[in-house]
Every structure is written in C-alpha cells, then in structure tokens.
C-alpha cells in the first residue's frame, strides 16, 4: 500500500513542544521526511531519517522512526508563532524515484 | 538565484481551453518532478522525469503532456481543461540519488470556470 497518513489539524500555545505523527505502509522506504509549506509557497524540506535510524535531532526539531509500526513523528520544540504551517512528511521508495507524501497537518501556533 | 521557478504564477481560464505551465531548475538536477495539490492540499504526485525521460507517470488522464526539453526544464500542457482541474500545481526537482531531497516551485494556481 501507498498510504502515508497525518492528522489533519493540532492546535499549540506558544512555547509549547508540538508532536506531529504519520503513519506509512511501505516497509521499503529508504529515507522519510518532513516538509513545511507555509501559505502561498511551496514546500521546503526541513529534516529528514535514514531508515535504519530510530532519531534525529536537529536544533529545535527531533523526529524519532518506528519502523516496526510504521510510525514517524516531528517535535517542534518550543513553538513559534512563525511555525504556524502545514507540515507534510514524505517517503522515498527504494529503488525507484516515487515520493510519497502524507495528507498534510495544520499546526496553528496560540500566542 | 531562484532554484525552482514557474510561470504562471496564476492562471485563470475557461473550460475546454489548453494552457501550459513553464518549469525550471537551476541547480544542476537530473529529476523533476509535477505534483498536484487540492483544495483540501493534498499532494499527488503527476509525473517525473529523470535526464529528460519519462519514469513516473501516475494515473493522469491525457489530457496532460509533459514536455521535458533538457535536463533544467518540465513544462507540463494541459488540452481541454475541466473545472476538476483547478489546483495549485507544484514542479520540483531533485538530484535522484542520495537523500533525494525536493526543492519545490512556488506553484501554479489554476483557476478554470
């Protein structure tokens, strides 16, 4: 199966630590990603996994893999007005080069 | 500097009409890559071309053509338009191997009335 699920929509108060989660069903992904578009842009990468890794940490974000459930999360720590955006995570497929991305989160930051 | 750019940025147009819609990189990629994104910003991916050839065609009706004139362009004509057209279109362009990271576009906004 092809499908790389998100929730739609989580809400934060500013300074608040944000979790992001998504599920996928391709046990061949070689590399997983995260991706924020903000409004009226397209999307840039801000990390991304090996598969072989079980976490990331890059300054304020921290993405941890399951592989065995399939499961892949963003913490955005300490959260920023400015982090308000849609964050979509993303695999590539091995061997081939198919991305495959998730149904988008709205994350909304509180002031 | 743009790495990704595109033109249009918006394109208004009647059904049954025939646009198209210009990409291009200029970092030195071998794959490019169109996706669609819906209202509702779901991101499909359309079509990607790698060192000027077809490798992923997902199931786009052909009314769609993309045409890949060198490594450093992807433009992609749409024949008859249909109101279910109207999305944001993304180009993007990666080197293939590796991380594969994307850079994308800043998109296409099609409106079709």
């Known amino acids: 199966g092809e499908d790389v699920e998100q929730s739609l929509f989580l809400s934060v108060r500013e300074g608040d630590s944000s979790v992001i989660n998504c599920t996928y069903t391709?046990?061949?992904?070689?590399?997983l990603y995260w991706y924020k578009q903000e409004p009226g842009a397209g999307l840039q990468l801000l990390t991304y996994i090996f598969s072989n890794m079980d976490m990331k940490q890059d300054q304020r974000l921290t993405v941890l893999l399951n592989k065995k459930d399939k499961h892949l999360s963003l913490r955005i720590a300490d959260t920023q007005t400015g982090d308000s955006a849609i964050y979509f995570c993303?695999?590539?497929?091995?061997?081939?080069?198919?991305?495959?991305f998730g149904t988008g989160t709205r994350l909304k930051v509180l002031a | 500097d743009t790495a990704v750019s595109q033109t249009p940025k918006y394109l208004v147009t009647q059904m049954g009409n025939d646009k198209s819609i210009k990409c291009e990189q200029n970092?030195?990629?071998?794959?490019m890559y169109w996706y669609k994104q819906d209202s509702k910003k779901f991101l499909k991916i359309m079509f990607s071309y790698n060192n000027k050839e077809l490798i992923i065609n997902e199931t786009v009706p052909n009314r769609f053509s993309p045409k890949s004139p060198d490594k450093a362009h992807l433009n992609l004509h749409i024949n008859s338009l249909e109101l279910g057209d109207s999305a944001v279109y993304f180009c993007?362009?990666?080197?293939?191997?590796?991380?594969?990271?994307?850079?994308f576009g800043p998109g296409t906004r099609l409106t079709v009335l």
């Open positions: 993007a362009s990666s080197r293939g191997t590796g991380s594969n990271e994307q850079f």
């Open positions: 993303a695999e590539s497929i091995g061997g081939t080069y198919k991305y495959i």
């Open positions: 970092l030195g990629h071998d794959t």
């Open positions: 391709d046990s061949s992904s070689t590399y």
